[in-house]
């Protein structure tokens, strides 16, 4: 059972300083202008639990284009309005954001179809979203201050720690719902109301999950692995056969497991922010698949170029990995010349989560080092040291810089002293391939 403040009012105090001053100032606002102004979504149950969210969202019963652009003049704020859906963005001196949104009815054309919207009143607008604990607005206006408005019963759903959809045809409505669901579950340690459990199965076993497309499944597994503990939201999805229905082979399995739980230690470790592990916890769950799992992969989710490259190079990669274990590669340039081919970030994803020591040191020496060596000497070094011009170059400078990969060249001298040779053994090598050419 979840601690929930006892009063909108209550809940608002808590909020930061910075939030509840443009509060009080919106509020004022609204109340000059006529409208009617709440808080809603994400932060008002935030709020209402203690959990800090910066995210402001604002609905006006009225033109919320209109008012942002009182707020912008009133408080020299910048508004970025987004027509098509009635909203817009404020930006204030200090930086400060809040989002404001005309209150609105929505329906559905067809399942799985983006949504239809025109103006409402709140309560068509709490009436279009996904759960009850979200569909909870607190009133902004000054004498009506943290009245809390909730149709769908939120408060109680909190109370108990339920994620509950509005109507029974919520998953078929909006398929996406049915991740947020998991996700939301995990990351308040919630339960799925049985009836909403039973209808997300339903939505699952007949298919809507197929029903979306590749870039709002994607969008979906990304803020998954963008949550602080990603790996329960995967296993509950697998639990609930979501993860199937994005591909068959897909599932929480103990391999998937650990490469999380490694991925979760770096990330832990906090050399980067925590969001941009998203992608590896991407990889995390695909890694395992074969080559033909991962191209339907990719043919189903169309991944960005980036995250394409990534999940397309896992194969190669577990190719180069194998090798490495088995010794078959067994120097840093060896490595070198077989990885530079691959992203960056799936040789990475290896040095974190391989189960060989030696796979995730070589990966890791690449990543940090190798990939970024550079030579002191190029082309023209090498004309002036009178290596006559032509395709012998390029192959002069690799090997050079596969001698300082093995870390066997320590300055500019010995880099030159190195090219020279090479070249000599080049040239020998040519007398050796052509015998006709010196016997005639
Ligand atoms: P988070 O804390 O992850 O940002 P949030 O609850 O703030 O979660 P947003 O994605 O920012 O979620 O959306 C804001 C609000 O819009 C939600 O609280 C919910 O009321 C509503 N919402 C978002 N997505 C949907 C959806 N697919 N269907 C219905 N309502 C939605």
Redesign the pocket.
């Known amino acids: 059972v979840a601690f929930v403040a006892d009063s909108g009012i209550h809940a608002l105090h808590g909020l930061p300083d910075w939030i509840q001053k443009r509060l009080h100032q919106t509020g004022q606002l609204a109340d000059q202008l006529g409208i009617p102004l709440y808080l ?4 008002v ?2 709020a209402l639990l203690g959990i800090p ?1 910066t ?1 402001v ?1 604002l609905v006006v019963e009225g033109d919320g284009l209109d008012f942002a652009e009182h707020l912008a003049r009133r408080f020299e704020a910048t508004v970025r309005a987004h027509r098509r859906f009635g909203t817009a963005t404020a930006v204030f001196p200090d930086r400060t954001k809040l989002d404001l949104a005309t209150a609105r009815s929505e329906h559905y054309p067809r399942p799985a179809a983006l949504p239809v919207v025109q103006p409402g009143s709140i309560h068509d607008d709490l009436g ?3 759960f009850t604990v ?2 909870m607005a607190l009133r902004l206006n000054t004498d009506r201050y943290g009245e809390r408005v909730d149709p769908h019963h939120g408060l109680d759903d909190l109370r108990q720690g339920l994620i509950r959809v509005l109507h029974p045809l919520s998953f078929i409505d ?1 398929p ?2 049915l991740f ?1 669901a998991a ?2 579950e995990q990351r308040l340690n919630f339960t799925l109301e049985s009836v909403t459990e039973r209808l997300l199965r339903e939505a699952v076993r007949t298919g809507l999950v197929d029903r979306l497309s590749g870039h709002r499944v994607l969008a979906q597994l990304r ?1 998954i692995c963008e949550e602080t503990h990603p790996w329960a939201i995967v296993e509950r999805l697998d639990g609930l056969q979501a993860l199937q229905a994005i591909h068959p082979k897909l599932n929480a399995s103990d391999q998937v497991r650990q490469a999380f739980s490694a991925i979760d230690r770096e990330k832990h470790a906090g050399v980067s922010l925590p969001k941009a592990f998203w992608l590896f916890y991407i990889l995390a769950l695909v890694h395992a698949q074969d080559e033909q799992t991962l191209a339907a992969l990719l043919t189903r989710l169309r991944p960005d170029r980036k995250l394409a490259a990534c999940m397309a190079h896992l194969p190669a990669m577990r190719r180069l990995a194998r090798a490495v274990t088995e010794e078959r590669i067994d120097t840093p340039a060896d490595f070198f010349r077989h990885a530079s081919g691959l992203s960056p970030e799936t040789v990475r994803f290896f040095a974190w989560t391989s189960p060989e020591a030696a796979v995730r040191e070589r990966c890791a020496a690449y990543y940090l080092r190798d990939r970024h060596t550079r030579l002191s000497i190029d082309g023209h070094t090498l004309r002036r040291m009178g290596v006559p011009q032509g395709p012998a170059y390029g192959r002069i400078l690799e090997a050079v810089l596969y001698e300082k990969i093995n870390g066997h060249i320590h300055n500019e001298q010995e880099e030159r002293r190195t090219a020279l040779a090479v070249w000599a053994a080049l040239q020998k090598k040519e007398e050796n391939e052509t015998p006709g050419k010196t016997g005639e």
Request: no cysteine.
């Open positions: 809603v979504g994400g932060i149950r935030d969210n995210d969202d279009r979203r996904d979200n569909a909006d996406t719902r947020r996700r939301l803020l």
